[in-house]
């Protein structure tokens, strides 16, 4: 096994603190930052000019003109939530805010400028509005974060080997932990903070093949690090190795804490960061991996206890058919069975509307001599502890790490691909999803149909009340597994924002101002280029003195996190390699 430290990330910072540089964007990672009330900040005006010319296609509700949010951006009006994205928005600097250089350059409101059909333009004021506001977030980053005491990479480490030590001795060797301590010392807000618990408790029972839910347990004051057990959800020892072996963070840090975690439990990193598992642990290969996927469709029927074959001869299986489903591009089936552990459901997708395609055509299927020819299918299942997995198949029964976008479409991934599971995990936010039958109704009263069919299609297509409740069902059972877990199932909802599995994925493939990777590598906040002075004002011996307040460049490096600032100890630290 091959134990990777920081050296990019670490070259970055220092690239960026000897350039003065006011920020520096590196994909996959993401620290954000509790900048207080951007209205506080001259926001009124801004707030008045998205309003007029970018609400209408990113801000969800009722002034919404498209179905849906475009490029699932739907909150533009929420300035305190985009100002946390740095995606969007950097404090301080506008030139270099994606959101103010798409205005600027006349790429967006895209209605206005490429599609040529809107009331009225940005003014020359609209414009300046948006600069002045993101110009003055910059005075409030540093006063928002100023009560905070970052948690040293020693605490973190003590913390975790104490609770290891608190454990029953059968539980030590499998006690895990998840922090989350990097994003509480960038000052992350509050509420931003609970959405990454919420994410990280979720993946890991969507990862579980244990009957019972994990529930929350955070081991420090300030809820940074959630621990769990391998036990608690079915993983073997080599799962944590897989996990382990493709983390980019594993630094071993000096002192006994983490000599004693590390003895204890087997292994030399019992902790990763949260944002990096929900990226890697939400998409192949690992996701296949720790649930044990297998690699054909008719070795996940025999597994998970099902013969579609056999349940669509017996007309046990229910089904509904629609042309539109918001995912797939054409008309799309979905299909029950029942399971020892709740349901399982699987889709049959198209890539083309010819006759064979259409299921207003050939609505039975797959098997038989008039039956439809789809292209690949996405099946959804119970877990035993009641949360959901997710597959993705050719119409042969491969499996998939993507869905190919002439079949399906995901808006929020950077790629537009349907990707198993992130994907999954945001579009099913509540579980299973209500969808109206097309096809029932529309085989019964065309005579044209031959009766042998319209009967089949009668036995195998629910009525709409039933695959109503059906779909009620195994939704609130989905439900009912995440209130055990503790988690709010509210939070996830679109009404309140993003799916929190999504939420912390995506803070691992955000961008990165200078102030995110000075903490990310261990300098103080105080450390920043701004306030340093320029080399000809410092003192004499003052770099000497500055590399050793600011940067341990022998010490410790974290796995997780920033570490605070002292001298450099006598010993260097020891790379995982």
Same mark, same amino acid.
């Given at each position: 096994?091959?134990?990777?430290?920081?050296?990019?990330?670490?070259?970055?910072?220092?690239?960026?603190?000897?350039?003065?540089?006011?920020?520096?964007?590196?994909?996959?990672?993401?620290?954000?930052?509790?900048?207080?009330?951007?209205?506080?900040?001259?926001? #009124?005006?801004?707030?008045?000019?998205?309003?007029?010319?970018?609400?209408?296609?990113?801000?969800?509700?009722?002034?919404?003109?498209?179905?849906?949010?475009?490029?699932?951006?739907?909150?533009?009006?929420?300035?305190?939530?985009?100002?946390?994205?740095? $995606?969007?928005?950097?404090?301080?600097?506008?030139?270099?805010?994606?959101?103010?250089?798409?205005?600027?350059?006349?790429?967006?409101?895209?209605?206005?400028?490429?599609?040529?059909?809107?009331?009225?333009?940005?003014?020359?004021?609209?414009?300046?509005?948006?600069?002045?506001?993101?110009?003055?977030?910059? $005075?409030?980053?540093?006063?928002?974060?100023?009560?905070?005491? /970052?948690?040293?990479?020693?605490?973190?480490?003590?913390?975790?080997?104490?609770?290891?030590?608190?454990?029953?001795?059968?539980?030590?060797?499998?006690?895990?932990?998840?922090?989350?301590?990097?994003?509480?010392?960038?000052?992350?807000?509050?509420?931003?903070?609970?959405?990454?618990?919420?994410?990280?408790?979720?993946?890991?029972?969507?990862?579980?093949?244990? =009957?019972?839910?994990?529930?929350?347990?955070?081991?420090?004051?300030?809820?940074?690090?959630?621990?769990?057990?391998?036990?608690?959800?079915?993983?073997?020892?080599?799962?944590?190795?897989?996990?382990?072996?493709?983390?980019?963070?594993?630094?071993?840090?000096?002192?006994?804490?983490?000599?004693?975690?590390?003895?204890?439990?087997?292994?030399?990193?019992?902790?990763?960061?949260?944002?990096?598992?929900?990226?890697?642990?939400?998409?192949?290969?690992?996701?296949?991996?720790?649930?044990?996927?297998?690699?054909?469709?008719?070795?996940?029927?025999?597994?998970?206890?099902?013969?579609?074959?056999?349940?669509?001869?017996?007309?046990?299986?229910?089904?509904?058919?629609?042309?539109?489903?918001?995912?797939?591009?054409?008309?799309?089936?979905?299909?029950?069975?029942?399971?020892?552990?709740?349901?399982?459901?699987?889709?049959?997708?198209?890539?083309?509307?010819?006759?064979?395609?259409?299921?207003?055509?050939?609505?039975?299927?797959?098997?038989?001599?008039?039956?439809?020819?789809?292209?690949?299918?996405?099946?959804?299942?119970?877990?035993?502890?009641?949360?959901?997995?997710?597959?993705?198949?050719?119409?042969?029964?491969?499996?998939?790490?993507?869905?190919?976008?002439?079949?399906?479409?995901?808006?929020?991934?950077? *790629?537009?691909?349907?990707?198993?599971?992130?994907?999954?995990?945001?579009?099913?936010?509540?579980?299973?999803?209500?969808?109206?039958?097309?096809?029932?109704?529309?085989?019964?009263?065309?005579?044209?149909?031959?009766?042998?069919?319209?009967?089949?299609?009668?036995?195998?297509?629910? /009525?709409?009340?039933?695959?109503?409740?059906?779909?009620?069902? *195994?939704?609130?059972?989905?439900?009912?597994?995440?209130?055990?877990?503790?988690?709010?199932?509210?939070?996830?909802?679109?009404?309140?924002?993003?799916?929190?599995?999504?939420?912390?994925?995506?803070?691992?493939?955000?961008?990165?101002?200078?102030?995110?990777?000075?903490?990310?590598?261990?300098?103080?906040?105080?450390?920043? /280029?701004?306030?340093?002075?320029?080399?000809? #004002?410092?003192?004499?011996?003052?770099?000497?003195?500055?590399?050793?307040?600011?940067?341990?460049?022998?010490?410790?490096?974290?796995?997780?996190?920033?570490?605070?600032?002292?001298?450099?100890?006598? =010993?260097?630290?020891?790379?995982?390699?």
């Amino acid at each position: 096994m091959r134990w990777r430290s920081m050296p990019a990330l670490l070259a970055l910072a220092v690239l960026c603190m000897a350039a003065g540089l006011g920020q520096c964007r590196r994909r996959r990672d993401d620290g954000r930052e509790r900048r207080g009330d951007p209205r506080r900040s001259g926001g #009124a005006p801004a707030l008045n000019a998205l309003d007029k010319h970018c609400a209408r296609c990113h801000q969800a509700g009722p002034a919404l003109k498209r179905q849906k949010p475009a490029k699932n951006f739907g909150n533009v009006l929420r300035l305190d939530e985009i100002a946390r994205d740095p $995606d969007l928005i950097l404090p301080g600097n506008p030139d270099g805010s994606g959101l103010f250089i798409q205005i600027a350059k006349k790429d967006m409101p895209y209605d206005c400028y490429q599609e040529f059909d809107c009331d009225a333009e940005p003014t020359a004021n609209d414009v300046k509005a948006v600069y002045d506001w993101i110009k003055g977030l910059g $005075d409030t980053v540093e006063a928002a974060c100023g009560n905070r005491v /970052p948690i040293d990479t020693g605490a973190m480490v003590s913390a975790i080997a104490d609770d290891i030590a608190a454990q029953d001795a059968s539980r030590r060797p499998g006690m895990r932990y998840v922090t989350l301590t990097h994003f509480y010392n960038a000052c992350a807000s509050n509420e931003d903070m609970v959405r990454y618990r919420q994410g990280v408790v979720k993946l890991l029972n969507s990862l579980s093949r244990n =009957s019972v839910v994990l529930k929350m347990r955070t081991i420090d004051p300030n809820a940074t690090i959630i621990a769990f057990n391998l036990d608690d959800l079915d993983w073997r020892k080599e799962a944590w190795a897989r996990i382990a072996g493709g983390y980019p963070y594993g630094m071993e840090p000096e002192g006994m804490a983490y000599d004693t975690a590390t003895s204890t439990t087997g292994t030399k990193l019992p902790w990763v960061r949260g944002d990096w598992l929900a990226f890697a642990a939400s998409r192949p290969p690992l996701y296949y991996d720790l649930l044990r996927l297998p690699e054909t469709f008719a070795e996940l029927e025999r597994e998970e206890g099902v013969d579609v074959k056999a349940n669509l001869e017996a007309f046990l299986a229910r089904r509904a058919g629609f042309q539109k489903s918001g995912v797939s591009k054409h008309n799309r089936l979905i299909e029950r069975h029942p399971i020892p552990t709740g349901y399982f459901w699987t889709s049959y997708d198209f890539k083309g509307d010819a006759s064979a395609q259409s299921l207003f055509v050939h609505p039975l299927g797959p098997y038989g001599a008039d039956a439809f020819q789809h292209d690949g299918g996405e099946t959804i299942f119970s877990l035993p502890n009641g949360f959901q997995a997710y597959y993705l198949n050719t119409a042969e029964g491969e499996r998939l790490r993507k869905g190919p976008t002439e079949i399906v479409l995901d808006d929020s991934q950077r *790629d537009r691909a349907v990707t198993n599971a992130i994907s999954c995990f945001g579009c099913h936010n509540q579980g299973i999803r209500q969808a109206s039958d097309d096809i029932r109704e529309h085989v019964l009263h065309d005579k044209s149909f031959p009766m042998s069919v319209r009967r089949q299609v009668e036995a195998l297509y629910a /009525p709409q009340a039933e695959m109503k409740e059906l779909l009620a069902s *195994d939704a609130a059972r989905f439900r009912k597994a995440m209130l055990r877990a503790g988690l709010d199932p509210d939070l996830d909802s679109q009404a309140e924002g993003v799916e929190s599995i999504n939420f912390l994925s995506r803070a691992y493939e955000k961008s990165v101002d200078l102030r995110i990777a000075a903490a990310s590598t261990g300098f103080r906040r105080t450390c920043w /280029p701004k306030a340093w002075p320029k080399p000809a #004002a410092r003192p004499a011996g003052s770099s000497a003195a500055w590399s050793r307040a600011c940067y341990r460049a022998k010490s410790s490096r974290p796995s997780s996190g920033i570490w605070s600032p002292r001298s450099p100890p006598a =010993s260097p630290s020891r790379s995982l390699r």
